[in-house]
């Protein structure tokens, strides 16, 4: 079962920073590429950002562009979204996914849990 587990949210004020993390468990995540995605509260789920397999492509929807930064180390089998400048609309659950390649819809696998992100102050 190709499963992701997605971490270090919280609550932060507006303007300030978090690294979430997106750990694999049970397989290696160097041969996927990886999505981020957002759900703000009553709202659809939506991509933000995506890394290809190697690391050497990245997408950023333009909502966090310029503000959110995806990397990947594949030694540790973990990707991560820094997200700076945070804005009371980035309130959300945080969920990872495992792709194919970051144009193709399809994700892999099941949905984790996510992380919950509050900006507020």
């Known amino acids: 079962q190709l499963q992701l587990v997605e971490s270090g949210g919280g609550l932060v004020q507006p303007g300030g920073s978090l690294r979430l993390s997106c750990a694999a468990s049970?397989?290696?995540?160097?041969?996927?590429?990886i999505r981020w995605f957002h759900q703000a509260p009553g709202k659809e789920r939506e991509g933000i950002s995506c890394?290809?397999?190697?690391?050497?492509?990245?997408k950023y929807a333009d909502s966090v562009k310029g503000r959110f930064t995806i990397t990947r180390d594949n030694a540790k089998n973990t990707v991560y979204l820094q997200m700076n400048s945070l804005k009371p609309e980035d309130t959300g659950v945080y969920y990872c996914a495992a792709t194919g390649v970051c144009s193709s819809g399809i994700v892999f696998g099941s949905w984790g849990q996510g992380t919950q992100v509050t900006v507020s102050s």
């Open positions: 049970g397989f290696t995540l160097y041969n996927y590429a």
């Open positions: 890394i290809s397999s190697s690391g050497g492509s990245t």
